[in-house]
Every structure is written in C-alpha cells, then in structure tokens.
C-alpha cells in the first residue's frame, strides 16, 4: 500500500531553471496539496486541488503552479526556480466523509536552489 | 500571521512521565483540529483530532484537549516512550493551517 509517492526526493536547481515535482495518490482521494516546510515556519500551503478538475491557491502560490492531471496525480512546477524556493516540499491527500480532514502524506521532496 | 501558533519549539521529558504540548489559534470559526507527527526524512503522519463540539477526545496513550474560550488546544502523552520523540504539529483541519511543530525528546 504505497499511499502518497513523490519523485524526486533531492534535488539541486540553479536560479532559473524549471522542474516539476511529481505526486501520485491510489487511495482514490478526491483533494491533493502541495506544502512546503522551511524551519520556523511549519507547513504553509502552495495550491490545493478539491477535485479532479480544479485547483486553488493556498497561503504561498507565487512562483509556483499546479496541475492536476487526472484524480491520482498532481503535480507542482517551479518555472524559474530562486534560492527563496530551497524548501522541503510536501505533497498530501484526504478523502471523503468523516475523515476529510485527514490529510496523508508523502515523504517529501527536499529541493535546493543555488 | 501566523493562525496556528506553537510556541514551544522543543521540549524533553524522561520516559514513562507525561508530555504536554501546546498550541494556540486565533481564528474562532476553525472547527477542527488534528495532530501530526513527524520523524526526520518522513512525511507528517495523522496522530488524533478533536471537533469542536468536543472538548476532549483519548486514543490510547494520546489525549487532545481543546478549550474553546481560550483558543487553546493541548496533546498530553502519557506516558512518554522514547519513540515518541519527533516534531508535532497542530493544524486546523477545515483551513490546513499547521502550526510551526514542538520538537520533542524522550529521554530513557
């Protein structure tokens, strides 16, 4: 049961490059998101995903943008990485019901811009 | 600003005693909490939620506390294993706002 899976795990970027950061869900979740963590700071949210279909911009969306490409995948690209965007990046799930709220996780993508 | 506030950023405590972490919000429409735990290189992982229709929800060793009037919400651990040691974060489930963690050591 792999829940959450994000590729890569490091990466290592110059200012102005672009990447796309992966995120694969199979627990059949309909909302996905996109965090990142920098110390002293928590997890602030990129973009969200409610459904397949639709995003939205969380607390931090400059510099980033989302696709959702079918109810599994989603994915996160940097266009013209700068240092500010070193973070730790997390990728999350939540289903339906009771549990909506509950969000699952991947184990992150650590990524640096030099 | 920051909605979610975790104002300790370490704590340890000796093994088999109690660990009490905090956290404080400021907006009175959250209506849902959850705590998360995190081990170095793994994503957060679910621990226990609370409604705010409730004011206290137990799950094994882990018990959450939330006080309304006050803003304020507590997970106590009881009693404290050495694997609990991790960073905990609190988050308004509704809004997924998540406080800044409480790293914590359990010392055997």
């Known amino acids: 049961n792999a829940g959450v899976t994000q590729t890569p795990k490091f990466q290592v970027l110059k200012t102005g490059q672009s990447m796309t950061l992966q995120c694969a869900q199979d627990m059949n979740h309909n909302s996905m998101y996109w965090y990142r963590q920098d110390p002293g700071m928590g997890l602030r949210l990129i973009y969200y995903s409610a459904s397949e279909g639709t995003t939205d911009k969380g607390e931090v969306p400059n510099g980033y943008n989302v696709s959702r490409l079918n109810k599994r995948e989603f994915s996160l690209r940097l266009e013209s990485a700068a240092p500010s965007q070193t973070s730790v990046y997390f990728c999350?799930?939540?289903?339906?019901?009771?549990?909506?709220?509950?969000?699952?996780f991947g184990a992150g993508t650590r990524l640096s811009v030099l | 600003d920051q909605q979610v506030k975790q104002n300790s950023p370490s704590l340890s405590v000796q093994e088999g005693r109690i660990s009490i972490l905090n956290c404080d919000y400021t907006n009175s429409m959250f209506d849902y909490f959850l705590w998360y735990k995190k081990y170095p290189a793994e994503g957060p992982t679910f621990l226990i939620s609370i409604s705010s229709i409730k004011d206290k929800n137990e799950d094994g060793r882990f018990t959450v506390f939330l006080n309304k009037s006050a803003k304020h919400l507590s997970l106590h651990i009881v009693p404290s294993q050495p694997g609990d040691s991790a960073v905990y974060f609190c988050?308004?489930?509704?809004?997924?706002?998540f406080g800044t963690g409480t790293s914590l050591t359990v010392i055997p």
């Open positions: 988050a308004a489930g509704n809004q997924f706002y």
């Open positions: 999350a799930s939540s289903g339906q019901g009771s549990s909506k709220n509950i969000q699952y």
